[in-house]
């Protein structure tokens, strides 16, 4: 009895076995893009993405099927009885399966040729493949990890979910961080993680979906990834006993999903209450809940309620780690909570209450909006962004950085609605970026602190930076020349009625007369600063004064026009009310 | 041939495997028996390298058995809960081993008409003594060097069991297989056995060429005219003792003729006479040593 070179044969025989799946895979994906939405007249895209959701669960299962006589007894002492290395079996499983993924992608790729859809539909390939093959790899390496099919699925599902969950645990630290050092936010340090260091986008290939092309971070990338899951599968199948002690077979892997398991349910308890409970009471419930889903995670995964004293070990220094990191995170944030930069090194900055824009200017800077085909200053007028470049501005904002340090309180009208977020965002010269959020809290009286605030906000709303940007059809000349401006009268309880409808050349001047004046010593101007202007006037404040609006609109052609802005005039606007009068 | 040596294995906290030593010569048939969950089915699945040891070594021909060494193309196992593929038929699964083992058509036919098995049907649907026949068959065609049985004839009627010993008998005879069996039917492997190694409770508590063991292990039958003190033979090694009215029934190792002599010496023997011992008595006497059979 010899043993022949069989894997080509074996292989063969192991595709020839799947002959059933085949058959019904192809009638599912056939019926499901084809047939059903042929017979229904409808979006034939909608059913690709069906279909595409069944090649991805139909591949899942496959490969659990394929790997499942690792988990049980007599299944596994025959086929490990056979003379063929339990590695090669593995190989086989996985070359099986990704030849079986192979033929569902042409069979979608044949739907989509049969009906004639657009090519682009199947941009989402280039994130597909990857997962597909990330999920056959990773559906053997959590078979060989598992003592059971069904814990092999769920640690599939944990391990491909990996990265994400440790995104989340971050999250966790990071809203930590948030309620103990002023001016650090979760969602800032969130979004500068994401977008800087973990790049999830890159590691799930999602960024490739939406037109981006294969390049070759995504080339290096995915042999990478494969041959480092292949590295694991290599390393946990020589370690592998075979006895079978329960659902997780590795004691080491046990912990691991444990421990990280454990801090999912405190870590999305504190990230959605971040707001709403203080850190000692969210740290409090945070704790006792990462203790009852440990001791819940391994008393089944071990089968029994008693816990052992190896697990109580693991869970006490996982804690300590956590606590450490955490703690020197906290410790190294302390440290720049009284940054304030030196203006020189400014290049620019911003104030306001939208991290949202933030992200988009860093995304403009990094040629994410190459697309659009459009100068910085029409690119943050499309989507009303004012930042500061003039120098006096940059040292007006570092002034108020230091006052908001003092003092973290803000002036408040009674009828105020309460946003109390304050953004400041610095890109220096040298490319780095500071980005600080303080969560001010609306007072009344009016103090001194106030008074500071209020002078440095009124300096920034009339430099040129601002009034260029946020009424660029009045004052960025650039803008003006050459361009239809309008402006259309309406009571603001009445939309649809035009009371006057003017070209705005002959407006400028007196409205411009107006936003000058209502600038200078506006003891809302801090307020204005970082929420758009005429925001905090609700409805029945403009009823109760003038009740007009002033709607911008450009004329493009005879019966096109393209909206800009809408002023609300109140009392304040006395040259604007006295012309329409 | 087979060597076992010093192999040890914990399944978590509980030790199953203690420095077994066992040495299975080239075309002998070796008898693994022992009390229930002693160990046996562990040791065969260590052979076959389905589990991995935590200490010792086995070796066949002088050469390591790895899973990667290659030797293990030699060796094929017939575990006690036998599992087949789903759906397959006998034939199909001698053309699917056959991938993996040089399968002798010739013996697979021969063997089907032997036993008289429909090589077409379903193997799931078979009986569970078919389904022994069935994995015996395929495990004679693959002509290993070494063939390891798990309780091969359990549940199995004495013409087939007659059957599967005689094809046995034959493949070792003319190549020379060596072949483990493990099994609880000790009147079977009685017949059949040329080596036995007790199991206790994961340890080997004797290994032996079943010949000599006979030869070591005696039991005799004696009785004396007036009382007799069995104070009187604790020079000698004695395993177990029954009396029966005035009939002393010994268990021994040692010389039986020493024995007679001594008795001869101080008493008028009535009667003494040696007894054959079957497997399942040596096996009985040295399982009750350890106490197994005997607890209160």
Same mark, same amino acid.
């Given at each position: 009895?010899?043993?022949?070179?069989?894997?080509?044969?074996?292989?063969?025989?192991?595709? /020839?076995?799947?002959?059933?799946?085949?058959?019904?895979?192809?009638?599912?994906?056939?019926?499901? %893009?084809?047939?059903?939405?042929?017979?229904?007249?409808?979006?034939?895209?909608?059913?690709?993405?069906?279909?595409?959701?069944?090649?991805?669960?139909?591949?899942?299962?496959?490969?659990?099927?394929?790997?499942?006589?690792?988990?049980?007894?007599? /299944?596994?002492?025959?086929?490990?009885?056979?003379?063929?290395?339990?590695?090669?079996?593995?190989?086989?499983?996985?070359?099986?399966?990704?030849?079986?993924?192979?033929?569902?992608?042409?069979?979608?790729?044949?739907?989509?040729?049969?009906?004639?859809?657009?090519?682009?539909?199947?941009?989402?390939?280039?994130?597909?493949?990857?997962?597909?093959?990330?999920?056959?790899?990773?559906?053997?390496?959590?078979?060989?990890?598992?003592?059971?099919?069904?814990?092999?699925?769920?640690?599939?599902?944990?391990?491909?979910?990996?990265?994400?969950?440790?995104?989340?645990?971050?999250?966790?630290?990071?809203?930590?961080?948030?309620?103990?050092?002023?001016?650090?936010?979760?969602?800032?340090?969130?979004?500068?993680?994401?977008?800087?260091?973990?790049?999830?986008?890159?590691?799930?290939?999602?960024?490739?979906?939406?037109?981006?092309?294969?390049?070759? %971070?995504?080339?290096?990338?995915?042999?990478?990834?494969?041959?480092?899951?292949?590295?694991?599968?290599?390393?946990?199948?020589?370690?592998?006993?075979?006895?079978?002690?329960?659902?997780?077979?590795?004691?080491?892997?046990?912990?691991?999903?444990?421990?990280?398991?454990?801090?999912?349910?405190?870590?999305?308890?504190?990230?959605?209450?971040?707001?709403?409970?203080?850190?000692?009471?969210?740290?409090?419930?945070?704790?006792?809940?990462?203790?009852?889903?440990?001791?819940?995670?391994?008393?089944?995964?071990?089968?029994?309620?008693?816990?052992?004293?190896?697990?109580?070990?693991?869970?006490?220094?996982?804690?300590?780690?956590?606590?450490?990191?955490?703690?020197?995170?906290?410790?190294?944030?302390?440290?720049?909570?009284?940054?304030?930069?030196?203006?020189?090194?400014?290049?620019?900055?911003?104030?306001?209450?939208?991290?949202?824009?933030?992200?988009?200017?860093?995304?403009?800077?990094?040629?994410?909006?190459?697309?659009?085909?459009?100068?910085?200053?029409?690119?943050?007028?499309?989507?009303?962004?004012?930042?500061?470049?003039?120098?006096?501005?940059?040292?007006?904002?570092?002034?108020?950085?230091?006052?908001?340090?003092?003092?973290?309180?803000?002036?408040?009208?009674?009828?105020?609605? @309460?946003?109390?977020?304050?953004?400041?965002?610095?890109?220096?010269?040298?490319?780095?970026?500071?980005?600080?959020?303080?969560?001010?809290?609306?007072?009344?009286?009016?103090?001194?602190?106030?008074?500071?605030?209020?002078?440095?906000?009124?300096?920034?709303?009339?430099?040129?930076?601002?009034?260029?940007?946020?009424?660029?059809?009045?004052?960025?000349?650039?803008?003006?020349? @050459?361009?239809?401006?309008?402006?259309?009268?309406?009571?603001?309880?009445?939309?649809? %009625?035009?009371?006057?409808?003017?070209?705005?050349?002959?407006?400028?001047?007196?409205?411009?007369?107006?936003?000058?004046?209502?600038?200078?010593?506006?003891?809302?101007?801090?307020?204005?600063?970082?929420?758009?202007?005429?925001?905090?006037?609700?409805?029945?404040?403009?009823?109760?004064?003038?009740?007009?609006?002033?709607?911008?609109?450009?004329? %493009?052609?005879?019966?096109?026009?393209?909206?800009?802005?809408?002023?609300?005039?109140?009392?304040?606007?006395?040259?604007?009310?006295?012309?329409?009068? | 041939?087979?060597?076992?040596?010093?192999?040890?294995?914990?399944?978590?906290?509980?030790?199953? &495997?203690? +420095?077994?030593?066992?040495?299975?010569?080239?075309?002998?048939?070796?008898?693994?028996? $022992?009390?229930?969950?002693?160990?046996?089915?562990?040791? &065969? *699945?260590?052979?076959?390298?389905?589990?991995?040891?935590?200490? $010792?070594?086995?070796? !066949?021909?002088?050469?390591?058995?790895?899973?990667?060494?290659?030797?293990?193309?030699?060796?094929?196992?017939?575990?006690?809960?036998?599992?087949?593929?789903?759906?397959?038929?006998?034939?199909?699964?001698?053309?699917?081993?056959?991938?993996?083992?040089?399968?002798?058509?010739?013996? !697979?036919?021969?063997? &089907?008409?032997?036993?008289?098995?429909?090589?077409?049907?379903?193997?799931?649907?078979?009986?569970?003594?078919?389904?022994?026949?069935?994995? !015996?068959?395929?495990?004679?065609?693959?002509?290993? *060097?070494?063939?390891? &049985?798990?309780?091969?004839?359990?549940?199995? +009627?004495?013409?087939?069991?007659?059957?599967?010993? +005689?094809?046995?008998? *034959?493949?070792?005879?003319?190549?020379?297989?060596?072949?483990?069996?493990?099994?609880?039917?000790?009147?079977?492997?009685?017949?059949?056995?040329?080596?036995?190694?007790?199991?206790?409770?994961?340890?080997?508590?004797?290994?032996?060429?079943?010949?000599?063991?006979?030869? +070591?292990?005696?039991?005799?039958?004696?009785?004396?005219?007036?009382?007799?003190?069995?104070?009187?033979?604790?020079?000698?090694?004695?395993?177990?003792?029954?009396?029966?009215?005035?009939?002393?029934?010994?268990?021994?190792?040692?010389?039986?003729?020493?024995?007679?002599?001594?008795?001869?010496?101080?008493?008028?023997?009535?009667? !003494?006479?040696?007894?054959?011992?079957?497997?399942?008595?040596?096996?009985?006497?040295?399982?009750? $040593?350890?106490?197994? $059979?005997?607890?209160?």
């Amino acid at each position: 009895m010899e043993k022949k070179n069989n894997f080509m044969p074996m292989l063969l025989y192991s595709i /020839k076995e799947k002959r059933n799946w085949v058959l019904l895979s192809t009638v599912i994906i056939f019926l499901t %893009t084809l047939v059903i939405p042929y017979i229904l007249r409808a979006d034939e895209g909608t059913f690709i993405l069906f279909g595409i959701v069944e090649l991805f669960i139909l591949v899942f299962i496959n490969c659990l099927v394929d790997n499942s006589f690792l988990h049980n007894e007599s /299944k596994l002492a025959y086929y490990r009885s056979k003379p063929v290395p339990l590695r090669n079996q593995i190989i086989l499983n996985i070359a099986t399966n990704a030849i079986f993924m192979v033929y569902l992608l042409a069979l979608i790729v044949l739907s989509v040729v049969f009906q004639g859809l657009d090519y682009e539909i199947l941009e989402v390939f280039k994130m597909l493949i990857p997962w597909l093959l990330a999920i056959i790899l990773l559906a053997s390496l959590s078979s060989i990890l598992s003592g059971n099919t069904l814990m092999a699925g769920a640690m599939t599902i944990f391990n491909f979910c990996l990265p994400l969950i440790i995104l989340l645990v971050t999250m966790f630290i990071f809203t930590i961080l948030e309620n103990t050092v002023i001016g650090f936010s979760a969602d800032v340090l969130n979004d500068y993680f994401i977008n800087n260091i973990y790049r999830l986008d890159y590691l799930y290939f999602v960024r490739y979906v939406d037109n981006e092309s294969i390049d070759l %971070t995504y080339l290096l990338l995915l042999p990478i990834i494969m041959i480092f899951i292949s590295l694991l599968i290599n390393k946990f199948i020589k370690r592998r006993k075979n006895e079978n002690t329960g659902f997780i077979v590795f004691d080491g892997f046990k912990y691991f999903v444990a421990v990280l398991a454990c801090l999912i349910i405190p870590a999305a308890f504190s990230i959605s209450f971040s707001r709403y409970i203080n850190i000692g009471s969210r740290l409090f419930i945070s704790a006792l809940l990462a203790v009852l889903s440990y001791y819940i995670i391994i008393a089944f995964i071990e089968k029994s309620f008693r816990i052992s004293r190896s697990s109580i070990k693991v869970f006490l220094v996982s804690m300590v780690i956590f606590t450490a990191v955490t703690g020197s995170t906290v410790a190294i944030a302390n440290q720049y909570k009284d940054l304030v930069p030196n203006p020189e090194d400014v290049q620019m900055a911003y104030v306001g209450n939208q991290r949202w824009s933030i992200n988009e200017i860093d995304r403009f800077l990094k040629d994410d909006y190459k697309s659009e085909n459009l100068d910085f200053t029409e690119w943050k007028r499309n989507r009303n962004i004012v930042t500061y470049e003039d120098k006096d501005s940059i040292k007006n904002i570092a002034e108020l950085h230091k006052e908001i340090l003092k003092d973290q309180t803000f002036y408040h009208q009674s009828n105020y609605y @309460g946003v109390n977020s304050f953004v400041i965002a610095y890109w220096m010269k040298d490319g780095s970026t500071i980005i600080r959020d303080y969560k001010l809290t609306a007072q009344d009286p009016f103090t001194k602190e106030h008074e500071v605030k209020i002078d440095l906000a009124n300096k920034l709303l009339n430099s040129n930076d601002y009034k260029k940007q946020n009424f660029y059809y009045l004052y960025d000349e650039e803008y003006f020349s @050459g361009r239809n401006l309008y402006a259309k009268l309406k009571r603001v309880n009445d939309y649809n %009625t035009i009371l006057e409808d003017v070209n705005l050349n002959d407006l400028r001047d007196v409205l411009r007369q107006d936003i000058d004046n209502i600038f200078i010593e506006n003891d809302m101007a801090f307020i204005e600063l970082f929420m758009h202007f005429n925001m905090h006037y609700d409805k029945e404040t403009i009823l109760e004064e003038q009740g007009y609006i002033l709607e911008i609109y450009e004329k %493009t052609s005879d019966a096109d026009q393209n909206y800009l802005d809408e002023i609300h005039l109140k009392n304040d606007f006395v040259n604007t009310l006295e012309y329409f009068k | 041939m087979l060597t076992i040596n010093n192999l040890s294995k914990k399944f978590g906290d509980f030790q199953v &495997l203690e +420095d077994i030593n066992i040495n299975a010569e080239k075309g002998q048939i070796y008898g693994l028996v $022992g009390s229930n969950g002693c160990g046996k089915t562990t040791t &065969l *699945k260590h052979i076959m390298k389905v589990y991995k040891q935590d200490e $010792g070594y086995i070796t !066949f021909d002088g050469e390591e058995v790895d899973e990667n060494s290659g030797i293990i193309k030699y060796f094929y196992y017939v575990q006690d809960t036998l599992y087949f593929p789903y759906q397959y038929t006998l034939n199909k699964l001698f053309h699917y081993e056959k991938l993996m083992y040089n399968m002798s058509e010739e013996k !697979f036919e021969y063997l &089907l008409k032997y036993f008289n098995i429909d090589k077409n049907k379903v193997l799931n649907k078979m009986s569970k003594g078919q389904k022994k026949q069935a994995a !015996f068959i395929l495990s004679i065609a693959a002509q290993p *060097k070494l063939l390891l &049985l798990d309780e091969i004839v359990d549940g199995l +009627d004495a013409v087939i069991k007659r059957k599967f010993w +005689d094809v046995l008998i *034959k493949e070792v005879m003319d190549n020379e297989m060596t072949v483990i069996i493990s099994s609880h039917d000790l009147k079977e492997l009685d017949n059949i056995c040329d080596k036995v190694g007790i199991m206790h409770e994961g340890k080997i508590l004797r290994e032996e060429n079943l010949e000599k063991m006979k030869e +070591d292990i005696k039991r005799v039958q004696f009785a004396v005219e007036g009382e007799f003190d069995l104070e009187e033979l604790k020079e000698f090694n004695i395993l177990q003792t029954v009396k029966i009215g005035s009939v002393f029934i010994l268990t021994l190792t040692g010389n039986t003729d020493e024995l007679k002599k001594h008795l001869e010496s101080k008493y008028t023997l009535l009667l !003494f006479d040696k007894l054959s011992m079957s497997l399942e008595e040596i096996f009985i006497t040295e399982l009750g $040593g350890v106490g197994y $059979g005997k607890e209160k």
